[in-house]
């Protein structure tokens, strides 16, 4: 197996490369590289450069708008835009119902959703999770009765990621409730200025205002809304779901990150000796630089396996569990590497911990606790086992 770039690939890498190096904004890279909150408006200036080069719907077929790269390409600008502190691209019109759409929306519903996600006139939200369904899914509740041409949706979602900003939200709802849980659920699309919606915030450990809960009391949806077949939802959903998990595991990052820990630990002195040669600490990098390097590779033959195919598989959920934990190894040992002092949030510590961190560390805590995230939601690690046991075992 050959696991260098061929000389396109490497012509394509230098590309990504200087169109980071031009067009990211340097005021965006570094509110990222301090790991701060990236602001609605950062984001949508972010999607709209990229929009304009054609390289936003990433995994979109060229007939919808994408830029017909392969799992390579796709690899190659994730790990350069991590590299450059470029923002996360939100996944959720493009990661996540762009290719449900794609796959199992109407004629009509592709003309009309997709080109307003590639340029940026809606914002969507996820709402799949409930107070009492997030692991056991399939148990939600939250209604649609049909009356006539419409839905009529009560019931709340929670956890729902950035749906303060947004336009509309993609919806599990509950449209019968005689049969196995997962035969009576639809995919459906709600525009958040219906009347009888409600967003709350939920705050997070280090503060930050990320998700919220959703409340839906008598909101009228038209019929037409409704993605593929009633009562069929759960085969959309779980389509969904393969994908959210690719994006979770965020190969770039970690190898963005991991670099960032090595230069950290070569630069800092820590009982007279460089913080790299302390044999405790070496020894950890080594861990998760081995983990990170099986990774990549597997993250690679995953990407090739779903072009091949057409679509992510099961593996996904291994690549989601791998990627998290390494992800959260990282953020754990850049704090380790930068002592003390990166225990407090920013602001938090008397005079701001910015008197003892550079700007692009002082965020350090505050990645590490939102990070927590990352094992938790798409599905929780230990739920991602369970599938892949079954799967495995043919359960
Ligand atoms: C920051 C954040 C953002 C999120 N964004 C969104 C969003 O935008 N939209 C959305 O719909 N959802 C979102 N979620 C929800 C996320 O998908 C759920 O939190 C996740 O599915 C877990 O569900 P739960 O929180 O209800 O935990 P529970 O299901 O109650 O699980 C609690 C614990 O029990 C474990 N557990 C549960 N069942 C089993 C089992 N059968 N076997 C072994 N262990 C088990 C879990 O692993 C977990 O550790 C988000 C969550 C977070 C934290």
New binding site residues.
């Given amino acids: 197996m050959d696991l260098s770039y061929s000389p396109q690939e490497q012509a394509f890498q230098a590309e990504v490369r200087q169109f980071l190096a031009d067009e990211l904004p340097d005021d965006i890279a570094a509110r990222v590289k301090a790991g701060g909150e990236v602001s609605k408006e950062d984001t949508e200036r972010w999607h709209a450069i990229l929009q304009s080069r054609g390289w936003l719907g990433q995994t979109w077929p060229e007939e919808h708008g994408g830029p017909g790269w392969g799992p390579v390409e796709r690899h190659i600008f994730d790990e350069e835009a991590a590299r450059a502190y470029a923002p996360r691209i939100l996944p959720?019109g493009l990661q996540m119902l762009g290719p449900v759409l794609i796959k199992f929306g109407s004629d009509e519903q592709k003309a009309h959703y997709l080109p307003r996600i590639l340029d940026g006139t809606d914002w969507w939200?996820?709402?799949?999770?409930e107070p009492g369904?997030?692991?056991?899914?399939a148990s939600l509740k939250t209604k649609a009765v049909r009356e006539g041409d419409e839905y009529v949706v009560n019931g709340q979602?929670?956890?729902?990621?950035?749906?303060q900003h947004a336009d509309w939200i993609f919806c599990l709802v509950r449209t019968d409730g005689s049969g196995k849980p997962q035969e009576g659920i639809s995919f459906l699309l709600i525009d958040m200025k219906t009347p009888g919606i409600e967003v709350r915030p939920i705050r997070?450990i280090e503060g930050g205002h990320?998700?919220n809960e959703v409340f839906f009391t008598d909101v009228r949806v038209p019929a037409e809304n409704l993605v593929w077949k009633e009562n069929d939802g759960w085969t959309v959903a779980k389509y969904l779901l393969t994908h959210e998990r690719t994006g979770i595991a965020g190969v770039g990052f970690s190898i963005a990150a991991f670099e960032r820990v090595k230069a950290l630990a070569a630069r800092t002195m820590r009982g007279g000796k460089r913080l790299i040669d302390d044999p405790l600490f070496a020894a950890r990098l080594a861990e998760v630089e081995m983990d990170l390097e099986a990774m990549k590779i597997f993250n690679l033959r995953m990407l090739a396996e779903a072009q091949r195919v057409g679509h992510p598989g099961v593996e996904t959920s291994m690549l989601k569990i791998r990627g998290t934990e390494v992800r959260q190894a990282l953020n754990d040992l850049y704090r380790r590497a930068l002592g003390p002092a990166a225990a407090v949030m920013p602001g938090e510590a008397p005079g701001g911990n910015a008197a003892v961190l550079a700007p692009e560390d002082e965020g350090a805590a505050a990645s590490y606790f939102n990070n927590r995230?990352i094992s938790?939601?798409?599905?929780?690690?230990?739920?991602q086992?369970?599938i892949l046991t079954k799967a495995m075992l043919e359960l």
Avoid: H, P, R
């Fill in positions: 959720f939200c996820q709402g799949y999770s369904a997030g692991s056991d899914l979602k929670t956890w729902t990621t950035l749906g997070l990320e998700v995230k938790i939601f798409g599905g929780s690690n230990e739920i086992k369970n």
